[in-house]
């Protein structure tokens, strides 16, 4: 079974459906639809297996997210990614940490699900045209247009962060000591004056609908969010998606999940997951690779 090309290349087909879908349950999901076809294929014909199963998983990653797709105009305020706790390792790959972050993820969800595919596949996976034609049926011409275009369409929206390491320790460490104690002027320090912050609750959880700008105003919503928690509030340093966060406890329990956009020493993005559905995955470290 070891020897199985599935097995070899699990976390990588994981981490494309991850990537095209944003959720861990519905990226677990085509994995396993995608072994269900490997299982029946006759792999004699197979010359090239991670491409073949590359291929596999991008149908049927693309398949759900226009469904999904759908499912999200209905979704109750801000629709984020599901956070993972990932490894040291993704961290130390900028590229992989800078294209699995929730900052990217949201951008991806700007793209249609084919531009989705294509800017995957070529930006982070580094595939052949060819690769990428034959995995979303479509000629290569047409590929490189679609990817042209999700290029430029992400270009124009992504984050440009210099990743100083030490730098975001620090600010990280700050945010979370004002954060737990409530300390406004520890808060504003830390955020930059024009700072954003989206929240996710999936109308379980308590999130605001819309982005909230303004360090004032973020600082503000920290104080009553403290007052209404019923319990102590802290957060605790986490790696998500190879990018700086939090975990937030009250008391002992977990109630959400923040990720970080830094720049210049300051942080210009919150990305606030409240959605319990979405919190299942921050214990056990996910396993990402390209």
């Known amino acids: 079974m070891s020897d199985d090309p599935f097995v070899t290349h699990r976390s990588l087909l994981f981490t494309v459906a991850y990537e095209m879908l944003g959720s861990v349950a519905d990226a677990e999901d085509v994995v396993q639809e995608s072994w269900l076809r490997w299982d029946g294929v006759d792999r004699s014909g197979v010359r090239d297996p991670r491409a073949y199963l590359v291929r596999i998983v991008t149908r049927q990653a693309l398949n759900r997210l226009r469904a999904l797709s759908r499912r999200r105009e209905t979704y109750v305020g801000e629709w984020l990614p599901e956070p ?19 900052a990217m993820l949201t951008v991806l969800e700007t793209l249609s699900p084919t531009e989705r595919a294509v800017f995957v596949l070529r930006e982070v996976f580094d595939a052949p045209y060819e690769e990428i034609a034959q995995a979303i049926e479509k000629k290569p011409a047409a590929v490189r247009q679609i990817a042209r275009r999700a290029r430029e369409h992400v270009a124009a929206r992504r984050p440009r962060v210099a990743v100083d390491r030490d730098e975001q320790e620090v600010v990280v460490e700050k945010f979370l000591a004002a954060f737990t104690t409530g300390d ?24 605001a609908r819309h982005p909230i700008i303004g360090a004032d105003r973020i600082a503000k919503l920290v104080t009553v969010a403290h007052a209404r928690a019923g319990g102590p509030v802290s957060a605790v340093a986490a790696t998500l998606n190879g990018a700086p966060g939090a975990r937030i406890l009250v008391g002992d329990d977990l109630a959400g999940a923040v990720s970080l956009t830094i720049e210049g020493g300051r942080i210009t993005r919150i990305f606030g997951i409240w959605n319990p559905e979405k919190l299942g995955r921050l214990e056990v470290e996910a396993a990402l690779s390209r």
């Not at 993972?84 to 929730?102: F, G, R, Y």
């Open 84 to 102: 993972l706790l990932t490894s040291p390792d993704v961290a130390e790959d900028v590229e992989l940490a800078e294209n699995v972050s929730i």
């Open 184 to 207: 406004v002027q520890g808060l504003m320090d830390v955020l930059a004056p024009d700072v954003v912050i989206l929240s996710d609750g999936g109308g379980v959880a308590p999130a």
